[in-house]
């Protein structure tokens, strides 16, 4: 018996949906980079993006468990001295909530060029509007 390897032109994409009303972050997160990784699919390929497309809209209704939601901090540095920058998960719901999810899902792919092909896949939306209707995405729940 011979082992199947996919080949990155071989790969049939899926677009898929997903709502994060009241789902908790971290949870959300690991599934969706899953699905973004292939891992779900029986050709996943550990050196070929095999994953599909997500769509999340609703970022803005994603949920912290217990006091993190009031103790969560986001830091950059500029490269600079003194260039550190922090932002707490408060201001960063209000201002920009499709970056929370954004970095939550890409802080669980792998960190590499393989790793930002498979980010690249993911459309994260504040709102339960979308610009993918031409894409026919499919509705999925999560287990999360």
Do not use: C
Not at 63 to 72: D, I, M, Q, S, V
Not at 126 to 133: K, S
């Amino acid at each position: 018996m011979k082992t199947y390897h996919a080949k990155p032109g071989e790969v049939e994409r899926e677009w898929l949906l997903v709502d994060a009303t009241d789902m908790v972050l971290g949870r959300l997160a690991s599934e969706v980079a899953q699905i973004l990784k292939g891992k779900r699919k029986p050709v996943y390929t550990p050196h070929v993006d095999t994953g599909d497309f997500v769509v999340i809209i609703n970022a803005e209704k994603v949920r912290l468990t217990g006091n993190k939601a009031n103790t969560k901090s986001y830091f950059s540095h500029s490269g600079f001295p003194g260039g550190l920058k922090e932002v707490s998960f408060q201001r960063m719901l209000a201002k920009h909530p499709e970056r929370i999810v954004e970095k939550a899902v890409r802080g669980m792919l792998p960190k590499n060029s393989l790793g930002r092909a498979m980010g690249k896949k993911l459309k994260v939306y504040a709102g339960p509007e979308h610009p993918h209707q031409a894409q026919k995405p499919r509705q999925i729940t999560l287990e999360a």
